[in-house]
């Protein structure tokens, strides 16, 4: 017989819409942290091309005005585990956005003597920059704390969805409003990222708080009332009718995984950040993964992207396109850029349909050799002086940057970190991602001027090809396991290192594409089979 819950009845359909209303409201404002840091990255490519001419700007002040907000970025995300912690992730989402629309306000009203408001406008970019840094961090860690288990993935992916559709929403402003005089246009553009941010502030109003913060809080009653409601799955009163078999409470065991993981780590709540990577391999292993993604991407959170270049196209799209050999007014540069989002928009798409089902390290690994290819084709394209060749290569890299690269850091680095850490793990791993972030906007113009813009393409290329090599032997799969078995994972051993190659790569043979506690009754508990290995 099956077990008596509160409500004896089957839920109707109106009930399970109203369910998935509330997941879709969810997952959607949450992601609209992704869609601020693409508006913004996406704004600012636009904006450049009238406010150098307005302002009289030199290609030194541009590059500030693009990497100030990178470096803010940096800066917030690295102290941002402590918000995190010690408001919770909801909070720090409210703050983030409340920051934004302030930083949003000062940009457009950025008038002054010197350059006619460039000092401003650095201020206002700065203080976006705060509020990018921590929402890059606490959405995608937001969402895989309340994302079922079965759709953690898509659920993640749709934050990174939600940042090249927010690209692409930008460059549409951008051309809509570039037809405006250069005197004031750049400065409603910039302005306008406060209408989201807002509206973003208002939705969280009526959403839960993280169910694993309210653990970490010893809150766990409220923990378990908030998972219950994103489960949708009423609490059991009663064992089987016959007395034989003990209830199935999957909700009760998740909140129960979280609290022995935390709990069997308090003792070692306050390690230092320099311990963890010298006395915690387990720590360590999830850490230089999750820091490596970010470094080779780093764009949006461009993971193999950052160093494999995804930013310089996002941040200088326009520039690239002239020195191919296309040529247009200026409005032609801005709307230049919406094909260039929309191919990376379309390989997120893609990916948000295959990540659960192909996993995490194919994808990840397939997009890699197609970005590699496309950026050796823009460098083939610069080399022959060959227009048509570099701006198919460019969309090429960009489609194949969205199927897995642009996605696979959110996703792994929001849930490969142990609960006790996992605040200032991910602050770290974000911190590198917006310090190459940092780095690579600095130096781009400067880069293409000294080795050549095929030569720029080119070391992007080696570096994708180098970093491919390394994620093949040290990604693990991680779909369709909770975080409890993720984070055994990586703090399983082995007897030497020539085992472990290999052995911890495949998804464990008990856990099939789409099998969870909350898919299906048979499910063995973590503790039946052993775990891959990483070393």
Known sequence: MSTFTQNSTAKDSVGNRSHDGFIIKLAIVASMSGLLFGYDTGVVSGAIVFMRMDMNLSPFQLEVVVSSTILAA??????????????????????????????????????????????????????????????????????????????????????????????????????????????????????????????????????????????????????????????????????????????????????????????????HQHVSLWRLWTAYPGVRRAMVLGCSLWAVSGRQRRDVSQLAGINTIMYYGATIIRKAGLDGDRSFDVWITVPLYLMQLIGIVICFSIIDRWGRRATLLISMCCVFIGQLTVGIGFSTDNGVVTVAGMFFYLFSFGVGLSTMPYTMNAEIFPIEYRGVCVAQSTAVFWGTNFIVSLTFLTLSRSMGNDGVFYLYASIVFVSGIYFYFTVPETSGLSLHEVKAYFEATVGSESEAVGSHLERPDHLELGTTQYGTEDVPSPEEPSLPQIT
């Open 74 to 267: 940096a800066i917030s995300s690295a102290w941002g585990h402590h918000l995190l912690d010690h408001w919770g992730r909801k909070k720090t989402l409210m703050i983030a956005s409340t920051i934004f629309v302030i930083g949003s306000i000062i940009m457009g009203g950025a008038y002054g003597p010197y350059h006619k408001g460039f000092t401003l406008l650095v201020i206002g970019r700065i203080i976006v920059g705060f509020a990018i840094g921590l929402a890059s961090e606490a959405g995608p860690l937001y969402i895989s704390e309340c994302a079922p288990p079965p759709l953690r993935g898509k659920l993640t992916t749709l934050f990174n969805i939600a940042v090249v559709g927010g690209q692409v929403f930008a460059a549409v402003l951008c051309g809509c409003l570039s037809y405006l005089p250069s005197s004031y246009n750049w400065r409603i553009m910039l302005a306008f990222g406060a209408v989201p941010a807002f509206l973003q502030l208002l939705g969280f109003l009526s959403l839960p708080l993280s169910p694993t913060w309210l653990v970490l809080k010893n809150r766990h009653e409220e923990a378990e009332a908030v998972l219950r409601q994103i489960r949708d799955t009423p609490v059991i009163l009663s064992a089987d009718k016959d007395g034989d078999q003990p209830a199935v409470d999957p909700v009760h065991d998740e909140i129960q995984d979280i609290i022995d993981d935390y709990e069997l780590s308090k003792q």
